[in-house]
């Protein structure tokens, strides 16, 4: 037995990029279908981004019932921490924005329940296998729905906000096609039941490596440090783990508590090759990766679903095909910009196994020349708080809370 769907637009994935994308759509009056091949439980409990943009967290609050401004907490600034010498980088000083730490799963929490209310057509545990039809005016979404039974989905314009392993990415150019980059090390993050160890994010540099302490709320902290991307996290003891964290944060006292999760996440760049074609496009980690040092994933995904829902709704609504013509050239703008300052932050904090002294040095020349200087403080500030994105004034709700309340300084 085979379901067969019809539908204005039809989406492969409801993590950030998918569920802000179909509320912008129906937004503009433009129907859409979404797939996720995990159930609404996984969705909402894997943990993942934390700091968001200043631009992303006004279009989250500006979505009906989001926690964004409320359960978020904005920051004001990070401290680069150089061999136990801390200094800070002040957003709004230097370059009058902020950045906040909004979960990532919360953030899909308020997504999934704002879309459901509003009648969206998610089907959770129902997996696309294939895209066919990829140069007609009708491509179509093959796939499994959650009963197991086959699922077909006819649409006007498919999307694949699928992520890293994006089955619409394949369908479009090769799953490969693009330019990648790995890197010898990876992040070892752990969760732990304990205070905050301070206020706003260290980025800490040692010649030993790199570790990242990081907050998500009173009484649970999320920390990370650079490590071997092959570690099995099973075999790395608590000690091991506090030990380590200690080393590399020279000069901070670290709030310990119960570790109760721990994982190791490889790193990667990538960006693929086509982001649109005829009628299907991809966003997200479907047509990107960062490392996360930077992060910058869920922002760009933001980005790109802002500017792909202005194109939609020129092609679906006015028959006008020139912002879908326009949309890859523009999204690669920012997604190289983000990949520079992603592979920036991370080869300037990071110790490469093969690093000579020669490299240490110059690390440390590298980093004297960020935070001596303002105008070195000041790119840190204005990439990490996130260029202005192209559209997002066009696609605020109106109905939202007003722009100077939601906006915050910017
Ligand atoms: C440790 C870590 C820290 C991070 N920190 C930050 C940060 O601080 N700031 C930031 O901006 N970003 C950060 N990121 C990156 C961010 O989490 C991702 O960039 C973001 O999740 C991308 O969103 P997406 O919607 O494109 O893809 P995803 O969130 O990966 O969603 C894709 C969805 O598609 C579904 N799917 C996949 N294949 C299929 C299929 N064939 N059929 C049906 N459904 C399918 C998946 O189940 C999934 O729900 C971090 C990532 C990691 C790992």
């Given at each position: 037995?085979?379901?067969?769907?019809?539908?204005?637009?039809?989406?492969?994935?409801?993590?950030?990029?998918?569920?802000?994308?179909?509320?912008?759509?129906?937004?503009?009056?433009?129907?859409?279908?979404?797939?996720?091949?995990?159930?609404?439980?996984?969705?909402?409990?894997?943990?993942?981004?934390?700091?968001?943009?200043?631009?992303t967290?006004d279009?989250?609050?500006?979505?009906?019932?989001?926690?964004?401004?409320?359960?978020?907490?904005?920051?004001?600034?990070?401290e680069?921490?150089?061999?136990g010498?801390?200094?800070?980088?002040?957003f709004?000083?230097?370059?009058?924005?902020?950045?906040?730490?909004?979960?990532?799963?919360?953030?899909?929490?308020?997504?999934?329940?704002?879309?459901?209310?509003?009648?969206?057509?998610?089907?959770?545990?129902?997996?696309?296998?294939?895209?066919?039809?990829?140069?007609?005016?009708?491509?179509?979404?093959?796939?499994?729905?959650?009963?197991?039974?086959?699922?077909?989905?006819?649409?006007?314009?498919?999307?694949?906000?699928?992520?890293?392993?994006?089955?619409?990415?394949?369908?479009?150019?090769?799953?490969?096609?693009?330019?990648?980059?790995?890197?010898?090390?990876?992040?070892?993050?752990?969760?732990?039941?304990?205070?905050?160890?301070?206020?706003?994010?260290?980025?800490?540099?040692?010649?030993?490596?790199?570790?990242l302490?990081?907050?998500?709320?009173?009484?649970?902290?999320?920390?990370?440090?650079?490590?071997?991307?092959?570690?099995?996290?099973?075999?790395?003891?608590?000690?091991?783990?506090?030990?380590?964290?200690?080393?590399r944060?020279?000069?901070?006292?670290?709030?310990?508590?119960?570790i109760?999760?721990?994982?190791v996440?490889?790193?990667?760049?990538?960006?693929?090759?086509?982001?649109?074609?005829?009628?299907?496009?991809?966003?997200?980690?479907?047509?990107?990766?960062?490392?996360?040092?930077?992060?910058?994933?869920?922002?760009?995904?933001?980005?790109?679903?802002?500017?792909?829902?202005?194109?939609?709704?020129?092609?679906?609504?006015?028959?006008?095909?020139?912002?879908?013509?326009?949309?890859?050239?523009t999204?690669?703008?920012?997604?190289?910009?983000?990949?520079?300052?992603?592979?920036?932050?991370?080869?300037?904090?990071?110790?490469?196994?093969?690093?000579?002294?020669?490299?240490?040095?110059?690390?440390?020349?590298?980093?004297?020349?960020?935070?001596?200087?303002?105008?070195?403080?000041a790119?840190?500030?204005?990439?990490?708080?996130?260029?202005?994105?192209?559209?997002?004034?066009?696609?605020?709700?109106?109905?939202?809370?007003?722009?100077?309340?939601?906006?915050?300084?910017?």
């Amino acid at each position: 037995m085979t379901s067969s769907i019809r539908t204005q637009v039809a989406i492969v994935g409801a993590g950030p990029a998918g569920l802000i994308l179909s509320h912008l759509l129906a937004q503009s009056g433009i129907e859409s279908v979404i797939l996720d091949r995990r159930s609404r439980e996984d969705i909402e409990s894997t943990i993942r981004a934390g700091i968001l943009e200043q631009d992303t967290v006004d279009l989250l609050a500006s979505i009906p019932g989001s926690r964004a401004h409320t359960v978020g907490q904005r920051h004001d600034g990070i401290e680069l921490r150089v061999d136990g010498v801390g200094h800070r980088i002040d957003f709004p000083g230097l370059v009058g924005r902020a950045v906040w730490l909004y979960p990532q799963h919360e953030a899909l929490k308020d997504l999934l329940a704002a879309r459901l209310a509003a009648g969206q057509d998610i089907r959770f545990e129902a997996t696309a296998t294939a895209v066919e039809g990829v140069d007609t005016d009708r491509p179509r979404i093959v796939g499994t729905a959650a009963d197991g039974t086959a699922l077909e989905i006819d649409a006007d314009f498919v999307v694949g906000a699928d992520g890293s392993r994006s089955v619409v990415r394949s369908a479009l150019s090769g799953s490969h096609a693009g330019y990648f980059r790995e890197y010898p090390f990876g992040w070892f993050g752990i969760l732990t039941e304990a205070p905050p160890s301070a206020d706003e994010l260290i980025y800490s540099n040692s010649a030993d490596g790199f570790a990242l302490i990081s907050q998500r709320s009173a009484t649970v902290q999320r920390m990370y440090f650079q490590c071997d991307p092959y570690l099995d996290a099973e075999t790395f003891s608590d000690a091991q783990i506090w030990e380590t964290l200690d080393r590399r944060v020279p000069g901070v006292e670290l709030k310990k508590g119960p570790i109760f999760q721990k994982g190791v996440v490889p790193f990667r760049s990538f960006v693929a090759r086509d982001l649109q074609r005829g009628r299907i496009a991809i966003v997200g980690d479907a047509a990107h990766t960062v490392p996360p040092t930077g992060a910058k994933g869920m922002n760009l995904a933001v980005a790109d679903v802002i500017l792909l829902a202005r194109a939609l709704e020129a092609l679906l609504g006015r028959g006008d095909e020139g912002p879908i013509d326009s949309f890859a050239d523009t999204a690669r703008q920012r997604i190289w910009k983000a990949q520079h300052f992603s592979w920036w932050m991370t080869s300037m904090l990071h110790q490469a196994p093969d690093a000579s002294d020669f490299d240490r040095q110059r690390q440390l020349g590298e980093l004297r020349t960020v935070v001596e200087s303002e105008h070195g403080r000041a790119y840190l500030a204005e990439a990490y708080t996130g260029w202005p994105m192209t559209g997002l004034d066009s696609v605020l709700s109106p109905t939202a809370s007003s722009p100077a309340a939601v906006r915050s300084s910017r």
